[in-house]
């Protein structure tokens, strides 16, 4: 990896005048502005379809995309749709907070508007190709949601036992009742993969890089747990046999009890890993770089017996390690991954990390609040990645008004800062980041903008108020642009083909 940097921005965040960020023209500015900023790469969070909380690490499917990506603007392009069909709709009016409800009321009616129009343009040639293309997962995908719908939204554990277990007189006769339905979902996320395939092609024209976050885990209620239950720790009666969580601690006395589905690394190891290298290669699809979520995990990782209310009686178990990895490799070819190693290590972790080759993280928001942390400057090495904060980290401008004066003190010494205002304080901290030796710098765009509390993406351990921050219109400024690519040329992380 070349030393560069690039910018931390989940595709929700977007200005859009259509409730969410999508990928409309506003998407394509942003490929604008990071390559006048002398930005390498775009960092987004996971694209899944997401279900109660909107959590992009908790998707209904480990394949498919986000439906309210896909930008009504561009279908208007096309002439399925028209600014009238989308103008009635009302997705919410703060342009700054993402309305879930809204869109979930509204979006799908454009969607559907959108589709009964493609049906009678009557070329269905390019879905049926994309169908075949992808129906590893994408036909699984379409019944698991339009089985949910006739169920009220209840998840599929809570069904009856045939459709549990996928009876195939039960299913066949789901699908030919509900052909239209089934193949609206197949047109969704045709649409999604156009549209994004449009923008990721954009984006290299423009000599930036796309970085994608892979959630470790699935939801329990995702198509994946649903139509693969021999991937997971399931009994015969398709009820889960244990679930994940993090075991207690000082700050925890009972343990995080999280309550995804486990992996059953000793079924996957015997067909090769078959869904991790489909998972893999489908995420290949869409990014250039995949940054894995909860590496640790691969090392190993925490068993909870399913029913149990709190994670005290769990154990720890070994994770497949590098014989997962070397599948993928051997399949996929070499793998450009960043590997999320925040937390506690143990000596299987780091051999791990060693192992892979991969780059971990450091973030520079966990380095100045303990002594002599692996996080700060002087503890990276080049291949590593480092960030001021995270999407789970609040902004830096709220963080450094969050921490105590003996914290904030240390931060000011470490960085040699004596700025009093803090936007300059935030910004003397981004220089740091790009001071390192990591090979990759990467800022959450929230701080280059000095905003605050009001703009963090999630709250860990919390329910509500997550995923919800989005750009103000016209926001990003010529001067921020050349500020950060003055930062850029200083510290010698100007893309490649930049540098002339």
Known sequence: MNRESGVLMPIFSLASRFGIGCFSKEAFEFVDFLEKSGQGYWQVLPLGPTGYGNSPYQPLSAFAGNPYFISPEKLIEEGLLSWDDVNCMDFGGNQECVDYGKLYENRYKVLEKAYDNFLEKGDKKELEKYFKENAYWLEDYALYLVIKELQGGKSWTDWDKELRSRDKKVIDEIKKTNKKEIEFIYFQQFKFDEQWKALLDYAHKHNVKIIGDLPFYVAMDSADSWSHPEVFEMDKDFEPKSVAGCPPDAFSPTGQLWGNPIYDWDALKKDGYLWWIKRIERNYQWFDVIRIDHFHGFSEYYEIPFGDETAK?????????????????????????????????????????????????????????????????????????????????TPTFAWVQEINEGERSFTRRYINSMNTDYGAFVWDIIREAYRSVADLCIIPLQDYLCKGKEARINTPGTAEGNWQWRLTPNYLSEDLARSIRLLSETYSRLPKASEE
């Open 313 to 393: 009686n769990g154990k720890m178990k070994k994770g497949p390690g590098m014989d997962l990895f070397n599948a993928l490799k051997k399949s996929l070819g070499e793998l450009d991954m960043i590997a999320e190693d925040l937390g506690n290590t143990t000596e299987e972790n780091v051999k791990l990390l060693k192992d892979s080759g991969f780059p971990g993280m450091k973030v520079l928001q966990y380095g100045f609040t303990s002594w002599d942390s692996c996080y700060v400057n002087h503890r990276h090495e080049k291949n590593c990645v480092v960030y001021t904060g995270t999407h789970d980290n």
